[in-house]
């Protein structure tokens, strides 16, 4: 009698843990929120982002970031005066994160911050425009 209690709470679990909207594209992510669905799909990876050349309206932006190399990185957003403004955590092989944040209008460089990974390619240009 256990066994036969035990296999559909298991198979219960197995579906609660099984996303929906999942596809065949490696290191995809289903937003779960209104903000990450409209966040901008990045991707970094040894010793690239990709998409370099990021254009979008503010003042809240959201940022896909997903590591698709085999090195930690990391997607740093930095303003004119030189601040960071925006930062994921160092991610992992695969791992994945959000981040949203307001932006004024204006450039802004996009980069990895670990030590050397900029100046080997990893950085571009963010454009927001107004809302």
């Known amino acids: 009698m256990r066994t036969r209690f035990l296999i559909p709470v298991l198979l219960l679990g197995l579906a609660a843990c099984s996303s929906p909207a999942a596809t065949d594209t490696p290191g995809s992510?289903?937003?779960s929120?209104?903000?990450a669905s409209d966040a901008i799909p990045v991707s970094v990876a040894d010793f690239m982002i990709t998409a370099a050349e990021l254009e979008t309206s503010g003042p809240t932006v959201?940022?896909?970031v997903t590591n698709d190399g085999p090195t930690p990185h990391n997607f740093s957003v930095r303003d004119?005066?030189?601040e960071v403004v925006m930062a994921t955590a160092d991610l992992s092989?695969?791992?994945s994160e959000t981040i949203s944040g307001?932006?004024?209008p204006g450039q802004y460089t996009i980069f990895c911050s670990l030590p050397g990974h900029e100046s080997l390619g990893m950085s571009g240009t963010l454009t927001v425009t107004g809302s």
């Open 29 to 31: 992510v289903t937003p």
């Open 62 to 64: 959201s940022f896909d």
């Open 93 to 95: 092989v695969g791992d």
């Open 80 to 82: 004119a005066a030189g």
């Open 102 to 104: 307001e932006l004024a």
């Open 33 to 35: 929120s209104d903000a």
